[in-house]
């Protein structure tokens, strides 16, 4: 079996690899973050019916895409981490970790991450491995996980997710250029338009609606979440 080391230094030369190849006109994209959990109900919907448009009508040539799969998990003392819905979640954020580092291109792990999320809608999360032949993709990140190394992406999806500014309320939480959109989130393609400060605009922004007095909306009892649950940490 591989060791951390190894996809340690695989991630180095595949991230070298990825940034030599981003053109320069990519430094005026909106970066879109998405902080999730996988077995989230509602996460799941938003990736598979929502963020999917990101892909359509060009609006993906205009936004840095980053997938922090961590959300409302905590980590223990030992270690250790509690899922909010159980150690398969655990499992399969730290295989996520494992793919975006190893296929970095965002079309190659959001295919990915699309097909485990699709299948947890669908009440099937149990073949989620038959997602990386569904893809195209190698098994490489069941080594990955295998070996630790997710783990250690994990804390550092932990660390970052702990850090924001202000804290994350629910999962999924939605950031464009580094503003949460809260309860708007599957509003996220006007944010971006509207974000977008270059000259090549997409047929998905002319398309897209405008923002409601620029301001975001209220909460929405239509778009349901997972809450952060405060009473994890007495697992620490």
């Known amino acids: 079996m591989a060791s951390p080391r190894f996809f340690f230094a695989f991630f180095l030369s ?14 005026q994209n909106v970066t879109l973050s998405l902080y999730y959990e996988t077995l989230c109900p509602y996460c799941a919907d ?51 970790a494992c793919t975006i580092t190893i296929y970095p291109e965002v079309e190659r792990h959001f295919r990915f991450i699309l097909c485990v999320e699709r299948l947890a809608l669908e009440n099937k999360v149990n073949e989620w491995v038959n997602c990386f032949d569904m893809t195209g993709l190698g098994r490489v990140p069941v080594d990955c996980y295998k070996s630790g190394y997710g783990n250690m992406l994990e804390k ?21 250029n580094g503003q949460p959109l809260e309860e708007d989130f599957k509003n996220f393609v006007s944010y971006v338009c509207k974000a977008y400060q270059g000259k090549l605009v997409p047929e ?31 697992f620490e």
Request: glycine share 4%; proline share 8%; hydrophobic share 40%.
């Open 156 to 176: 550092h999806y932990a660390a970052e997710t702990a850090q924001l500014n202000p804290p994350h309320k629910f999962v999924p939480w939605v950031l464009v």
């Open 204 to 234: 998905a922004c002319h398309q897209s609606l405008p923002l409601m007095n620029n301001s975001l909306k209220k909460a929405n009892p239509s778009n349901p979440v997972c809450y952060a649950k405060k009473k994890l940490d007495n």
């Open 46 to 96: 938003f990736i598979v019916n929502h963020l999917v448009k990101l892909f359509d009508k060009g609006l993906n040539s205009i936004v840095n895409l980053r997938l922090v799969p961590w959300g409302n998990a905590v980590m223990q003392r030992d270690g250790n981490f509690v899922c909010q819905h159980g150690p398969d979640e655990c499992v399969l954020n730290a295989i996520d």
């Open 14 to 27: 595949t991230s070298m690899l990825f940034l030599l190849s981003i053109s320069p006109c990519h430094a």
